[in-house]
């Protein structure tokens, strides 16, 4: 049955608008362009207890051999503990001389059925107790018409049938190929595939008939695409799950609610701060808006949404101030956790683990293989508020100065997020960011017997981590930030058993 497409369902409408009153009341103003510092106190109630966190952080690989090429990267991946990791499926070959195939399989020529690339990345995936979600960036090279600039099939047929031999060769085995062979999988289906995300970003331009690039497929054109391949890759598996449309453009959601004859099991779509590395600190910060917003309005179709790469910036080349993975990117990242979580997303992706030569996308340095910062951001963040993790109600005295807070699940322990994303002004780029001074309080929480904290910024060791610190026990605590940065504090309780754990709100439940 298609969904009709005329309005978002009620009960997602009521739920939106509890959160636009708790974005805006409970914690701080996004964007405030604050030119200075001043003490700020953070205040945790441990008996209002709002609805149960359900956001999951996840990974992705691009490039294949990008865990290959450092000791330890490998072991980083499996320790980052993900539960999903996102495979970007293209036809680039990879950033260095030598490099393996490209990730796709038969993505430049026809019947070129080469999945070492592909196979490598899904075991290791695998191997790291993930499950692999993989997205087909577009169709292979070979199915574009590069002379009237478009895709070759209208109706997607052959991009349907290329899907299924897909499904079939992670799911069933084998396949049998377009000139009538069989494609065996060596792994059988030890390492299949439950989630497929079709195409990537259809609003933007294309990778095909490069250099000059075709234009993309239109949104009536995708939603062709999503019900001829959907069809055929369910006759081959119909336990699979379907993810798209890798975009918040409104005519792709859309179209794709109101003509998909199987409703996507979840909605993705991107959200980066900018593409330039010359924007502004502010400008980055205050894209955060624009990206939750996003959230919500795809949110209140009653779907579950998955934000399928996130990053600080989406330019081509290296920030020369390092952003992206310095204490700014910490309090980046942290206060997109913030507010996604807060709005509902399932899961989120950050973009990418190990790019071969861009730091920008790097949780670990794929030649050194030192974790960078953000690799120790992500790693704590889904320790610290895993899903299951009561919501409670925190407040912020200070624009800038932002806060997040749960009771960890199965326990009384309270623990507190603090991101300092104080400006220097609203045009530096690359500032250090205000310092501050927070004193964070919670109250109706009895029999605390410890407190710690954990911050992360520039100061922050990268081989090891931000250290455990002892604080003084007790219902408050102080943490200082020499510019941007991310502190977690866990109030340590005595007892569990006296708190209703029903959950009244299970929005963006995992798949």
Same mark, same amino acid.
């Given at each position: 049955?298609?969904?009709?497409?005329?309005?978002?369902?009620?009960?997602?409408?009521?739920?939106? &608008?509890? +959160? /636009?009153?708790?974005?805006?009341?409970?914690?701080?103003?996004?964007?405030? #362009?604050? @030119?200075?510092?001043? %003490? =700020?106190?953070?205040?945790?109630?441990?008996?209002?207890?709002?609805?149960?966190?359900?956001?999951?952080?996840?990974?992705?690989?691009?490039?294949?051999?990008?865990?290959?090429?450092?000791?330890?990267?490998?072991?980083?991946?499996?320790?980052?503990?993900?539960?999903?990791?996102?495979?970007?499926?293209?036809?680039?070959?990879?950033?260095?001389?030598?490099?393996?195939?490209?990730?796709?399989?038969?993505?430049?020529?026809?019947?070129?059925?080469?999945?070492?690339?592909?196979?490598?990345?899904?075991?290791?995936?695998?191997?790291?107790?993930?499950?692999?979600?993989?997205?087909?960036?577009?169709?292979?090279?070979?199915?574009?018409?590069?002379?009237?600039?478009?895709?070759?099939?209208?109706?997607?047929?052959?991009?349907?049938?290329?899907? &299924?031999? +897909? /499904?079939?060769?992670?799911?069933?085995?084998?396949?049998?190929?377009?000139? #009538?062979? @069989?494609?065996?999988? %060596? =792994?059988?289906?030890?390492?299949?595939?439950?989630?497929?995300?079709?195409?990537?970003?259809?609003?933007?331009?294309?990778?095909?008939?490069?250099?000059?690039?075709?234009?993309?497929?239109?949104?009536?054109?995708?939603?062709?695409?999503?019900?001829?391949?959907?069809?055929?890759?369910?006759?081959?598996?119909?336990?699979?799950?379907?993810?798209?449309?890798?975009?918040?453009?409104?005519?792709?959601?859309?179209?794709?609610?109101?003509?998909?004859?199987?409703?996507?099991?979840?909605?993705?779509?991107?959200?980066?701060?900018?593409?330039?590395?010359?924007?502004?600190?502010?400008?980055?910060?205050?894209?955060?808006?624009?990206?939750?917003?996003?959230?919500?309005?795809?949110?209140?179709?009653?779907?579950?949404?998955?934000?399928?790469?996130?990053?600080?910036?989406?330019?081509?080349?290296?920030?020369?101030?390092?952003?992206?993975?310095?204490?700014?990117?910490?309090?980046?990242? =942290?206060?997109?956790?913030?507010?996604?979580?807060?709005?509902?997303?399932?899961?989120?992706?950050?973009?990418?683990?190990?790019?071969?030569?861009?730091?920008?996308?790097?949780?670990?340095?794929?030649?050194?293989?030192?974790?960078?910062?953000?690799?120790?951001?992500?790693?704590?963040?889904?320790?610290?508020?895993?899903?299951?993790?009561?919501?409670?109600?925190?407040?912020?005295?200070?624009?800038?100065?932002?806060?997040?807070?749960?009771?960890?699940?199965?326990?009384?322990?309270?623990?507190?997020?603090?991101?300092?994303?104080?400006?220097?002004?609203?045009?530096?780029?690359?500032?250090?960011?205000?310092?501050?001074?927070?004193?964070?309080?919670?109250?109706?929480?009895?029999?605390?017997?410890?407190?710690?904290?954990?911050?992360?910024?520039?100061?922050?060791?990268?081989?090891?981590?931000?250290?455990?610190?002892?604080?003084?026990?007790?219902?408050?605590?102080?943490?200082?930030?020499?510019?941007?940065?991310?502190?977690?504090?866990?109030?340590?309780?005595?007892?569990?058993?006296?708190?209703?754990?029903?959950?009244?709100?299970?929005?963006?439940?995992?798949?």
């Amino acid at each position: 049955m298609r969904a009709n497409p005329g309005r978002p369902v009620s009960g997602a409408r009521r739920r939106l &608008a509890a +959160l /636009v009153i708790l974005l805006a009341s409970a914690a701080t103003l996004v964007g405030s #362009g604050e @030119t200075t510092a001043a %003490p =700020a106190t953070v205040s945790v109630d441990a008996s209002l207890r709002l609805w149960t966190l359900r956001t999951e952080m996840g990974t992705q690989i691009k490039y294949p051999g990008a865990i290959d090429r450092a000791p330890g990267t490998r072991a980083l991946l499996h320790e980052f503990g993900a539960r999903r990791i996102r495979i970007n499926a293209t036809a680039d070959g990879c950033c260095w001389p030598g490099g393996p195939a490209p990730m796709i399989p038969a993505g430049l020529v026809k019947g070129s059925w080469d999945f070492s690339s592909l196979d490598s990345v899904v075991a290791d995936i695998t191997a790291a107790g993930a499950e692999t979600v993989l997205n087909i960036f577009q169709a292979p090279e070979w199915m574009w018409n590069c002379t009237t600039r478009t895709i070759g099939d209208p109706t997607f047929g052959e991009f349907a049938d290329y899907m &299924a031999r +897909l /499904v079939a060769y992670y799911n069933a085995g084998s396949f049998i190929a377009e000139d #009538g062979r @069989t494609v065996t999988n %060596p =792994a059988g289906v030890a390492n299949r595939i439950k989630y497929w995300e079709l195409w990537n970003e259809p609003d933007l331009m294309s990778i095909a008939c490069m250099p000059d690039r075709a234009p993309n497929i239109t949104a009536p054109q995708y939603v062709a695409m999503w019900n001829a391949a959907t069809a055929k890759m369910l006759a081959v598996d119909p336990s699979i799950k379907l993810l798209g449309p890798a975009t918040d453009a409104t005519e792709y959601v859309t179209g794709l609610i109101a003509g998909a004859a199987r409703r996507p099991d979840a909605l993705t779509y991107h959200g980066y701060g900018g593409w330039l590395v010359e924007q502004s600190d502010q400008f980055l910060f205050d894209s955060l808006d624009g990206i939750v917003g996003s959230l919500l309005r795809m949110r209140a179709w009653g779907i579950p949404v998955w934000v399928t790469e996130l990053n600080v910036t989406g330019a081509g080349g290296d920030d020369p101030t390092r952003r992206p993975y310095n204490a700014y990117g910490a309090a980046w990242g =942290a206060s997109a956790f913030r507010l996604l979580a807060l709005g509902g997303a399932a899961t989120i992706f950050q973009y990418e683990f190990a790019h071969p030569d861009n730091p920008i996308f790097q949780l670990v340095d794929p030649v050194t293989g030192v974790p960078r910062l953000p690799y120790w951001r992500d790693y704590h963040l889904a320790r610290y508020f895993p899903p299951g993790s009561r919501l409670l109600f925190a407040r912020s005295s200070q624009p800038g100065v932002e806060t997040l807070a749960v009771r960890a699940p199965n326990s009384s322990n309270v623990r507190v997020l603090v991101v300092n994303r104080q400006v220097d002004g609203p045009t530096v780029v690359g500032g250090p960011g205000l310092p501050a001074t927070v004193q964070v309080s919670v109250r109706n929480l009895r029999g605390i017997s410890q407190v710690t904290v954990r911050q992360i910024d520039d100061a922050t060791p990268l081989a090891s981590g931000p250290p455990l610190t002892m604080l003084p026990v007790g219902n408050t605590a102080t943490v200082t930030f020499g510019g941007y940065g991310v502190a977690i504090l866990e109030f340590v309780a005595r007892s569990y058993g006296d708190q209703d754990d029903d959950d009244h709100d299970q929005h963006g439940l995992p798949l």
